[in-house]
T-cell receptor
Framework: NAGVTQTPKFQVLKTGQSMTLQCAQD?????MSWYRQDPGMGLRLIHY???????DQGEVPNGYNVSRSTTEDFPLRLLSAAPSQTSVYFC???????????FGEGSRLTVL | AQSVTQPDIHITVSEGASLELRCNYS??????LFWYVQSPGQGLQLLLK??????LVQGIKGFEAEFKRSQSSFNLRKPSVHWSDAAEYFC????????????FGSGTRLLVRP
């Protein structure tokens, strides 16, 4: 039971570099989302998708891009990393009727 | 504005003692309510959820929570804490409809004294 898989688990970037955080789910869930977790702030929604080809912004979308070309995958792209993007990132998925989010184990990103 | 407040940043209890973690929310309609637990270096695991019906909800690992509409609260309780319960706990509200967006509280870190 893989569930929601995130890669990489750890990444260090320099300011201005780009990278992609990968998220894949094998549960055929329509809904996928990205959250970031910062100390004292809980989790905040970055972007979400309700199906292949459909994405929308969450609470803190600036500096991040997403796309959803398949049901299984929902990558998060940082085009020009900034120290303010140092955080732990969580991908989550769900489907109608399930009524809960399933989370990956997180990706810890440090931007120097 | 929609929000979730967890007023306690840290709570320390002795092993075997009872536990209550507070959660208050502000939401336009009757929300779906959740408690998640995060062990160090791990993802989030769902403890329990409330949608409707009985306001006392039982979850995994011996946890329960009570929805009180008049107080806009959804406090998490456990009668006897185990050392393995040391973790961070997040309350969340949202609507599990087409948006599936959850609003999280800032979390409460539970420390357990032996």
């Amino acid at each position: 039971n893989a569930g929601v898989t995130q890669t990489p688990k750890f990444q260090v970037l320099k300011t201005g570099q780009s990278m992609t955080l990968q998220c894949a789910q094998d549960m055929n869930h329509e809904y996928m989302s990205w959250y970031r977790q910062d100390p004292g702030m809980g989790l905040r929604l970055i972007h979400y998708s309700v199906g292949a080809g459909i994405t929308d912004q969450g609470e803190v979308p600036n500096g991040y891009n997403v796309s959803r070309s398949t049901t299984e995958d929902f990558p998060l792209r940082l085009l020009s990393a900034a120290p303010s993007q140092t955080s732990v990132y969580f991908c989550a998925s769900s489907s109608p009727g399930i009524r809960e989010l399933f989370f990956g184990e997180g990706s810890r990103l440090t931007v120097l | 504005a929609q929000s979730v407040t967890q007023p306690d940043i840290h709570i320390t209890v002795s092993e075997g003692a009872s536990l209550e973690l507070r959660c208050n929310y502000s939401y336009g309609a009757t929300p779906y309510l959740f408690w998640y637990v995060q062990s160090p270096g791990q993802g989030l695991q769902l403890l329990l959820k409330y949608f409707s019906g009985d306001t006392l909800v039982q979850g995994i690992k011996g946890f329960e929570a009570e929805f009180k509409r008049s107080q806009s609260s959804f406090n998490l309780r456990k009668p006897s804490v185990h050392w393995s319960d040391a973790a961070e706990y997040f309350c969340a509200v949202g609507k599990m409809d087409s948006s599936y967006k959850l609003i999280f509280g800032s979390g409460t870190r539970l420390l357990v004294r032996p």
